[in-house]
C-alpha cells in the first residue's frame, strides 16, 4: 500500500473535495484522482462518494480514514527519527493570526524553511478560528484565553492589553470605572467573547455587548479610533494610536490578566517534531523579544489627545 496513496486519501478527507486537497498537497487534480483510484481498487471499496459539492467518505471511507491517518502520522515520526543532525522533512501546515502573524511569525517560519530544507511549509494567515482537524492543519498559533477544548495547547509567551477607547467617545458617553460599568457601554468584539480584568489577585469575568464586530483586532482598533465603542486590545495592535493620543487606556484599576500565545494542535500522545521544533523556535522569539508584547513601549505614550 503506498503511503502517497494514504497521505493523499486522508487530505481528501479533510479536505472535503478533490480540488481543496490538490491544492493543499501543491499537485494536480488528476494526480489526486488516479491515487484514489488506485487505493480504492487494492482495498476492493469505495472510500470516497464524489459529488458536485465535493466528496463525502462512504460509510467504509470512514471507518478506514481514522487508520490510514494514524499510519501517515507514525510514517512522518519514522522518517524524522532517521534524518540527519534532526532535520526535518514532509510538510508542516500552520494557521496563524492575520493580526501581527505575516509580520511577526512570518519571519520565524520563514528561518524554520532556511534551518530544514526538506520541510514544506505552508501557512494561512487569518484572524477567523479555523478546525485544525476538519481543515487539516498540522498546529495552528491563537493569541488571547483559550476556550476550553479537546485540542493540545502550549504556551509560548505572554500577551499584554488594555481595555480602550477614544477621547471622542470617552467625551460623549464618559468611560467605564469597573466592569460592571462595561455592560452600560458599546462594546468592540469579536463575537462573543468574555472579557477579563483583574480585581487584586481575583478574576472577574464580563460578557460585553455591542453591534459592531469584527473577527480582526486591526479592525477592532480602527473602529475604536472611530469611536464606536470601547475594545479589549493587544498593546502591539493599540501602541501606534495610543502614541497618537487616538486611543487612551481606561478603567486602569482593574488591569486584564496577561493573555498568551499559544501553539495549539489536534489531541495525540506526543507531538510531532516539526510542531514541537517550531513551539521552541517561537518561545525563544518571545524571549528575545519582550519589548513587542510586554506593553513597555505604552510607559512612554504621549499624554496628547486627538481633537474630536
Avoid at 13 to 23: D, F, K, N, Q, R
Avoid at 231 to 246: N, R, S, V
Amino acid at each position: 500500500m503506498d503511503i502517497e496513496e494514504l497521505q493523499t486519501f486522508v487530505e481528501v478527507a479533510h479536505a472535503g473535495g478533490i480540488s481543496s486537497a490538490a491544492l493543499r498537497l501543491g499537485i494536480a487534480k488528476s494526480i489526486v484522482s488516479r491515487r484514489l483510484a488506485r487505493l480504492e481498487a487494492e482495498l476492493g471499496v469505495q472510500l470516497l462518494s464524489r459529488t458536485t459539492r465535493g466528496a463525502a467518505l462512504t460509510e467504509a471511507g470512514t471507518t478506514f480514514k481514522d487508520y490510514a491517518a494514524k499510519i501517515c502520522v507514525e510514517t512522518d515520526v519514522a522518517r524524522e527519527a532517521i534524518l540527519p543532525n534532526g532535520a526535518l522533512r514532509g510538510r508542516l501546515r500552520i494557521a496563524a493570526p492575520l493580526s501581527f502573524g505575516p509580520t511577526h511569525f512570518a519571519p520565524v517560519l520563514a528561518e524554520m524553511a532556511r534551518r530544514h530544507p526538506q520541510l514544506h511549509i505552508h501557512a494561512c494567515y487569518s484572524d477567523s478560528r479555523v478546525d485544525l482537524i476538519t481543515d487539516g492543519y498540522d498546529c495552528a498559533i491563537r493569541l488571547g484565553f483559550l476556550e476550553d477544548s479537546t485540542l493540545k495547547a502550549r504556551r509560548v509567551g505572554p500577551i499584554f492589553g488594555n481595555l480602550v477607547a477614544s477621547p471622542c467617545y470617552i467625551k460623549t458617553h464618559g468611560a467605564p470605572e469597573t466592569p460592571d460599568e462595561i455592560l452600560a457601554h458599546e462594546a468592540l468584539m469579536q463575537g462573543t467573547e468574555a472579557w477579563q480584568f483583574m480585581d487584586g489577585d481575583k478574576i472577574i469575568a464580563v460578557h460585553p455587548q455591542g453591534r459592531f464586530k469584527a473577527d480582526s483586532a486591526t479592525a477592532l482598533a480602527a473602529a475604536a479610533v472611530a469611536g464606536l465603542g470601547v475594545a479589549w486590545l493587544p498593546d502591539f495592535i493599540t501602541q501606534e494610536h495610543m502614541a497618537t493620543g487616538a486611543l487612551v487606556p481606561i478603567m486602569t484599576r482593574y488591569p486584564p490578566p496577561p493573555a498568551g500565545a499559544y501553539v495549539i494542535r489536534p489531541p495525540g500522545q506526543h507531538p510531532a517534531r516539526k510542531v514541537r521544533i517550531l513551539t521552541e523556535m517561537l518561545i525563544e522569539y518571545f524571549e528575545q523579544s519582550p519589548y513587542l508584547w510586554s506593553g513597555a513601549a505604552l510607559r512612554s505614550v504621549s499624554k496628547s489627545t486627538k481633537a474630536c
